[in-house]
């Protein structure tokens, strides 16, 4: 029985059909102007690219040109590509071009769509992003749908990795740049690593269209790109701390084996106090101060190694090296470690060598990231779950498109079975029987694991099929186009493959192009063409007789979305098809779900061997565990978020002060008021307001003003003149530091004085917002236990965060002074040259794989994206890959046995293995 809400829904349509029923005028005015539009020559329809760009110089908004500018992108794929972009594409264009996000089914042509959105956006000349979810869909995407914009007159560029920092420019100054949401966020923060404008890559940000949005921002959100370098070495503080930690007892400690953490007692407090305070590791008395921060970090860390980890079960001791087991598969990690300085703490409990933890130089959310972009669309086949979120986080609202086609996929119950082995016979069962039909079936896993898992179940079945597991992007598509060929059986994780669409019988182009690529223009070549056409037409005809394509996803995703993204795969452009999901009780999320449920007592109670309950009720109990993991998860990206936002305040501030001084013609304004500055404080402190001259501490004022101003000043004898005041002593202060500045800038060009100054700022900027960022990371694991003393941690880290912020800025004034007043310079100095950046690691882990899709994971300096590197910097580099060249370079089946797949390739390349001989 239907309730007010769904009478009214079924009487006015919801609020998503009003709106898409709304944009139907728009398209009325577009479809009008098709014939005027279609009529031109090739010349006149490239000038209508000229003629809106003018239009809009002389006043006119992009909503006034979007029909004209629409049409003209119809007529212009239409000549390129073949393909005219249906009403519903057009609906499509409109809600990007809006700033929202359009869902549209797969099949639906979104790639068509944004070229909509994307010409229009670009016509006013600030640059458009298109975001994809790899390289591969990157190149593909800007390459095919380049056609468009480059028959329009526009340029287009692609960021692919391993590019050097003159192409990225190049890349990033065309009116429509596609690249990944990887290489466009660490270029942001490379970005704002450099010295000069001149050697930043991106434009000021404008609009950007992500595909797959709903992958790239709640995903991938989970995680955030990270640009880390080297630290100093610390092995003796963590040694120190070690040894220290090995003094307790199990009193002085809790235990929390579930979380696997370990905190200190009251007790244990007051011990590692007084043992870290004899040691020298202690500012104060209070081990919990935020100038402690590191220690405690660092102390929380060998708490974990000695108590929570185990030799021989979470890690293992061989040659020297402390090497991770894996927890799920018992496998060796080599050339993993943990992070956050808990390797090097166990390293420390081991005495083996410590080696060197990164220190995260830069660091950014896609969350924050995205939220820069004054205009933001988005495209995917599922989004309507994650509704909320987007709103919440990025302000985006989710329009659903009706598909072009009624869609005709059936989605059956899923069929329940007491355990996984019953339920892979069940499936290879099934498997079997589609085959035998004819009906090309595609599996969908959980994991890659699961897919290899399923893949060798087959194997001893003797089932013919091809295993898709989101490792290799290109192979994927290839395998993909031809998922839907008569009795292939493709087995697949939920998201591999995204971005081409699986086409019954075939993909026609994708075999012209592999079959025919070498054979000449002609004849003979038209009528092979003509021949696969008819092969393709016969093949998906034959398809549909025999039910279109079955999906089969052998467990459910703790996101419905994703599961929807599996079904999404059948179906596309009115094609019959069918989907079905086979579970057992064995299925993580039905773990997760809780063993001492109504479904497992039912289960286990009243089914036989090999038989299954199929009913809608119980589909519904599992679409409700979803949603509870799917809020979990929401909370763990909002978290996340919160925390990040602190520190995009101050990432704001810093990167606009860096800013600030590289396009300023002089920075001695800054330098002089913060000499001043320094001053004041210096003398605030040993010369304290309303005290008399006897009571200062004219001592250490006489050795501040050494150590931060190189001034000898007989400050001793100053107060012995009648009415001397703490103000007098600034004034002679100032007047003499002055003084030095100027006879220092007075032996140089007056042009090399400039970029010294703008040199030391931006260096000593750096390199305290570096170490600002290292104390933040450790703040933020030890935050958490202000909850026992009943306050909130978010609050309590926005509270300290500040502080330290404050402080910060405070010692990057006093670094300044005391940096320049001190430096010694000749009347021949050449202009100095920019500072070399430094070498470093950029990370980005991939929540679906649990690997590092980001270039350099094994501490590659990139020294593709800013030239010759220092010294120091190359040695790094040899270093880092020494291990790797230490195998025999005509053996690649040994370098498959030793190198790390994340590790760069041995053969020089710069790449890493899995991208280059290591590619399966």
């Given amino acids: 029985?239907?309730?007010?809400?769904?009478?009214?829904?079924?009487?006015?349509?919801?609020?998503?059909?009003?709106?898409?029923?709304?944009?139907?005028?728009?398209?009325?005015?577009?479809?009008?102007?098709?014939?005027?539009?279609?009529?031109?020559?090739?010349?006149?329809?490239?000038?209508?690219?000229?003629?809106?760009?003018?239009?809009?110089?002389?006043?006119?908004?992009?909503?006034?040109?979007?029909?004209?500018?629409?049409?003209?992108?119809?007529?212009?794929?239409?000549?390129?590509?073949?393909?005219?972009?249906?009403?519903?594409?057009?609906?499509?264009?409109i809600v990007l071009h809006r700033g929202e996000i359009a869902e549209m089914r797969t099949g639906e042509g979104k790639t068509l769509v944004a070229t909509l959105a994307v010409y229009l956006n670009a016509l006013a000349g600030k640059g458009v992003h298109v975001v994809t979810v790899n390289d591969y869909l990157a190149a593909r995407d800007a390459g095919w749908m380049g056609q468009v914009y480059k028959f329009l007159g526009l340029s287009v560029g692609v960021i692919v990795p391993n590019i050097d920092d003159n192409t990225r420019r190049e890349a990033y100054a065309a009116d429509i740049t596609y690249g990944t949401n990887n290489e466009f966020g660490f270029d942001f923060l490379r970005d704002?690593?450099?010295?000069?404008?001149?050697?930043?890559?991106?434009?000021?940000?404008?609009?950007a269209v992500v595909d797959e949005v709903d992958s790239v921002l709640i995903d991938e959100a989970r995680t955030p790109l990270i640009i880390s370098g080297p630290t100093d070495d610390k092995s003796e503080l963590y040694m120190s701390v070690d040894t220290m930690v090995k003094t307790l007892s199990a009193e002085d400690y809790e235990i929390d084996e579930k979380q696997r953490s370990v905190i200190l007692t009251e007790d244990g407090t007051e011990k590692a106090e007084r043992a870290l305070a004899d040691m020298g590791l202690l500012?104060?008395?209070?081990?919990?101060?935020?100038?402690?921060?590191?220690?405690?970090?660092?102390?929380?860390?060998?708490?974990?190694?000695?108590?929570?980890?185990?030799?021989?079960?979470?890690?293992?001791?061989?040659?020297?090296?402390?090497?991770?087991?894996?927890?799920?598969?018992?496998?060796?990690?080599?050339?993993?470690?943990?992070?956050?300085?808990?390797?090097?703490?166990?390293?420390?409990?081991?005495g083996v060598q410590i080696q060197p933890e990164n220190q995260t130089l830069a660091s950014i959310t896609f969350q924050n990231y995205f939220r820069m972009y004054p205009k933001l669309g988005g495209m995917?086949?599922?989004?309507?779950?994650?509704?909320?979120?987007?709103?919440?986080?990025?302000?985006?609202?989710?329009?659903?498109?009706?598909?072009?086609?009624?869609?005709?996929?059936?989605?059956?119950?899923?069929?329940?079975?007491?355990?996984?082995?019953?339920?892979?016979?069940?499936?290879?069962?099934?498997?079997?029987?589609?085959?035998?039909?004819?009906?090309?079936?595609?599996?969908?896993?959980?994991?890659?694991?699961?897919?290899?898992?399923?893949?060798?179940?087959?194997?001893?079945?003797?089932?013919?099929h091809v295993v898709l597991n989101a490792r290799f992007h290109e192979q994927e598509a290839h395998i993909v186009e031809q998922a839907g060929r008569l009795g292939a059986v493709t087995i697949a994780t939920n998201m591999a493959g995204r971005g081409t669409?699986?086409?019954?019988?075939?993909?026609?182009?994708?075999?012209v192009e592999r079959e025919l690529s070498e054979m000449e223009p002609g004849p003979e070549r038209d009528a092979a063409v003509a021949r696969i056409r008819q092969e393709v037409e016969t093949e998906r005809q034959a398809v549909r007789d025999a039910g279109g394509l079955f999906v089969l996803g052998t467990e459910r995703h703790e996101s419905r979305r994703i599961d929807n993204q599996l079904r999404g795969r059948s179906g596309r452009q009115g094609d019959p098809g069918l989907s079905r999901f086979y579970l057992s009780l064995d299925d993580d999320l039905l773990r997760i779900f809780g063993q001492q449920t109504m479904l497992s007592r039912m289960m286990n109670n009243s089914l036989e061997e090999g038989e299954a309950i199929v009913h809608p009720w119980i589909s519904k109990a599992i679409e409700t565990a979803q949603k509870k993991v799917e809020a979990r998860n929401y909370d763990v990206r909002k978290q996340l978020l919160q925390y990040d936002d602190v520190m995009n305040d101050q990432r704001k501030v810093v990167y606009e002060q860096r800013a600030d001084i590289m396009d300023s013609e002089t920075?001695?304004?800054?330098?002089?008021?913060?000499?001043?500055?320094?001053?004041?404080?210096?003398?605030?402190?040993?010369?304290?307001?309303?005290?008399?001259?006897?009571?200062?501490?004219?001592?250490?004022?006489?050795?501040?003003?050494?150590n931060t101003l190189a001034l000898d000043l007989p400050v001793r004898d100053w107060p012995q003149e009648a009415a001397i005041d703490p103000e007098i002593v600034v004034d002679r202060l100032i007047a003499a530091a002055d003084a030095q500045m100027a006879a220092k800038a007075a032996q140089l060009p007056p042009g090399n004085w400039v970029e010294i100054e703008k040199n030391f700022l931006l260096q000593a900027l750096d390199h305290h917002w570096k170490e600002h960022l290292a104390t933040l990371d450790a703040l933020r694991q030890v935050i958490h236990l202000r909850a026992y003393a009943q306050k909130t941690p978010l609050n309590e880290y926005k509270s300290e965060a500040f502080a330290l912020f404050e402080r910060m800025l405070v010692i990057v004034r006093e670094d300044v002074t005391r940096m320049l007043s001190h430096a010694q310079f000749q009347m021949d100095s050449p202009a100095l040259a920019q500072p070399a950046m430094p070498s470093f690691v950029t990370t980005h882990i991939d929540p679906l794989t649990g690997e590092n899709d980001a270039f350099g994971s094994r501490g590659f300096a990139r020294t593709d994206a800013f030239g010759s590197l220092p010294a120091g910097a190359l040695t790094g580099v040899m270093a880092a890959t020494a291990e790797l060249t230490d195998v025999d370079p005509e053996d690649l089946a040994e370098w498959h046995r030793v190198v790390s797949r994340n590790a760069v390739c041995p053969c020089g390349s710069g790449k890493k293995f899995k991208h280059c001989h290591g590619v399966l």
């Fill in 501 to 511: 669409d699986i086409q019954l019988g075939g993909n026609f182009e994708a075999r």
């Fill in 380 to 464: 995917t086949g599922t989004a309507a779950t994650e509704a909320s979120e987007f709103f919440d986080i990025y302000k985006l609202n989710v329009v659903e498109i009706p598909t072009n086609k009624p869609v005709l996929r059936e989605d059956v119950d899923d069929e329940f079975y007491k355990d996984s082995d019953q339920k892979f016979r069940a499936i290879v069962k099934t498997i079997r029987e589609s085959s035998a039909r004819n009906q090309p079936i595609l599996v969908g896993t959980v994991s890659i694991e699961k897919s290899e898992m399923l893949s060798e179940f087959l194997k001893t079945e003797g089932v013919k």
């Fill in 283 to 350: 500012e104060g008395e209070n081990l919990y101060d935020f100038e402690n921060t590191q220690v405690v970090h660092h102390l929380n860390q060998a708490l974990r190694a000695n108590v929570i980890y185990r030799r021989d079960t979470d890690y293992i001791v061989r040659n020297d090296k402390v090497i991770i087991i894996d927890e799920f598969t018992g496998r060796m990690m080599d050339g993993r470690r943990w992070s956050d300085g808990l390797h090097q703490a166990v390293e420390a409990k081991e």
């Fill in 1 to 93: 029985m239907l309730g007010f809400g769904g009478i009214a829904k079924r009487l006015f349509g919801s609020s998503n059909d009003r709106y898409v029923k709304s944009l139907g005028t728009v398209v009325g005015r577009i479809n009008a102007l098709e014939p005027t539009i279609s009529a031109l020559t090739d010349d006149q329809l490239r000038a209508q690219t000229d003629k809106l760009k003018a239009e809009l110089a002389a006043g006119k908004t992009l909503d006034d040109v979007l029909p004209e500018a629409f049409a003209t992108v119809r007529e212009a794929a239409r000549r390129t590509l073949g393909q005219r972009h249906y009403d519903v594409q057009l609906v499509g264009g």
């Fill in 192 to 207: 704002n690593m450099k010295y000069s404008r001149e050697q930043m890559v991106q434009r000021p940000f404008h609009y």
């Fill in 667 to 706: 920075v001695g304004d800054v330098v002089v008021d913060m000499r001043h500055e320094t001053i004041n404080a210096i003398v605030a402190e040993h010369c304290p307001a309303n005290s008399y001259p006897e009571q200062w501490d004219v001592e250490g004022l006489e050795a501040a003003v050494q």
